[in-house]
């Protein structure tokens, strides 16, 4: 009864403490966004790279900080459902709903479309072989993760300021990082098969 009780009486703080998240967060993301537009505006950057550095970092911070608190926790079916599911959330009823308020519907920028999107269909295929391994992501693959955003990112920098590294920077990655890393991809998914097949059989 006590135990009842006294969620009785934390229910009304609770609630409070979601609406206040609610309305701290609307403006919140109001100060996010007229941030984001003068930053662009004075380094003369389009602002789809802001969107996808400054404001995809200052947006997925509560993400990171849940799920990293889960895994310590031990709780990492959380920390892994939090992630997918916000991501799920963000491309498809974010994006869903923007387009509906929006009258003349949400247009895409042909950059997006050229690279940032193909860019998220590969990484997230070349993730499935890891979740192979054991059903669990590995530190080392998690360093890989951690270091595919970060190359990613600084593609997206060097190719806004039109950098003279550029073109290095790409034959590097097209040339030696990716078929690395498809490579360690495709032994770890041959290793994880492998393991699955029972012995005697095949």
Request: hydrophobic letters at 55%; proline letters at 4%; one cysteine or more.
């Amino acid at each position: 009864m006590g135990g009842a009780a006294t969620g009785m009486v934390a229910m009304p703080r609770d609630i409070g403490l979601v609406v206040l998240g609610i309305v701290l967060l609307n403006i919140g993301a109001k100060f996010l966004v007229d941030s984001a537009v003068e930053i662009a505006e004075h380094f003369g950057v389009s602002e789809l790279v802001i969107g996808l550095t400054i404001v995809a970092v200052g947006t997925s911070l509560p993400e990171l900080a849940t799920s990293v608190v889960a895994a310590i926790r031990g709780e990492r079916d959380i920390a892994v459902g939090n992630v997918v599911g916000s991501n799920l959330f963000n491309i498809l009823c974010v994006v869903g709903m923007t387009a509906i308020v929006v009258p003349e519907g949400l247009r895409v920028a042909p950059g997006a479309l050229s690279f940032d999107i193909p860019v998220m269909i590969a990484v997230s295929v070349a993730a499935l072989p890891i979740f192979f391994n054991g059903y669990r992501i590995e530190r080392w693959e998690g360093g890989l993760f951690l270091f595919y955003y970060v190359a990613y990112v600084l593609y997206v920098i060097l190719a806004a300021a039109h950098h003279d590294a550029l073109a290095l920077y790409s034959a590097m990655m097209f040339w030696f990082v990716i078929p690395l890393t498809v490579l360690t991809l495709g032994v770890v998914t041959l290793r994880a098969v492998r393991r699955q097949i029972p012995p005697g059989t095949g």
